[in-house]
């Protein structure tokens, strides 16, 4: 499938070997920060949106992540969530994931966190022993359920994951978010909530 989008035209051919070329990269150490700018800048669907196109959006999306920039990083995430009902199912599961991080981060009170923690599929893919899957519910721990305590043993957890990574930079980054969320938590709980 793949192959066939990519034969498709010259833009798909490109987000293929961007595919690789950002796998290679990061399998040698390198986190989406480290990786040249260019690879951001959005390619746009020619005829029609394929999963290549979701890809590089979750792409800069990682990276904003692990540039902390919350406010982009959740409007980016909005944009793939116009196109929920398009997506292939694993992408869909990863912009779930994704949503619910982000909006614990930044809207602890919107509708959709309850939606998206109660859905079976999410529940089944966090339960995998995944850096990433911690963050998410070390996030939700702390933010919706107010359980400091319970979310610094989530991200104690992911921390002993890297091996679980698939690759790298994907683990360095994982890595950093894990140490950021940590921090946010430990400034907060440290500081008294009635100043």
């Not at 599961?93 to 998206?116: S, V």
């Amino acid at each position: 499938m793949s192959l066939k989008i990519a034969s498709s035209n010259e833009k798909q051919q490109y987000l293929l070997y961007l595919q690789f070329e950002i796998n290679n990269q990061m399998n040698e150490g390198k986190t989406y920060a480290e990786l040249p700018e260019q690879y951001f800048q959005l390619v746009s669907a020619t005829s029609a949106h394929t999963y290549f196109n979701d890809w590089q959006q979750f792409l800069i999306i990682a990276r904003l992540a692990e540039k902390h920039n919350w406010p982009l990083y959740q409007e980016q995430l909005e944009i793939l969530w116009q196109r929920k009902k398009e997506m292939i199912s694993i992408y869909l599961l990863e912009l779930k994931k994704e949503m619910l991080f982000g909006l614990c981060l930044t809207a602890a009170t919107d509708e959709r966190i309850p939606q998206i923690w109660t859905d079976k599929k999410i529940q089944a893919a966090l339960k995998q022993p995944l850096m990433g899957n911690k963050r998410v519910k070390a996030a939700y721990v702390y933010c919706i359920e107010k359980d400091a305590q319970a979310a610094l043993e989530l991200i104690t957890a992911g921390k002993n994951l890297t091996h679980r990574a698939p690759n790298l930079g994907d683990a360095k980054t994982e890595g950093q978010l894990l140490v950021w969320l940590e921090t946010k938590i430990l400034n907060e709980e440290s500081t008294p909530h009635n100043q």
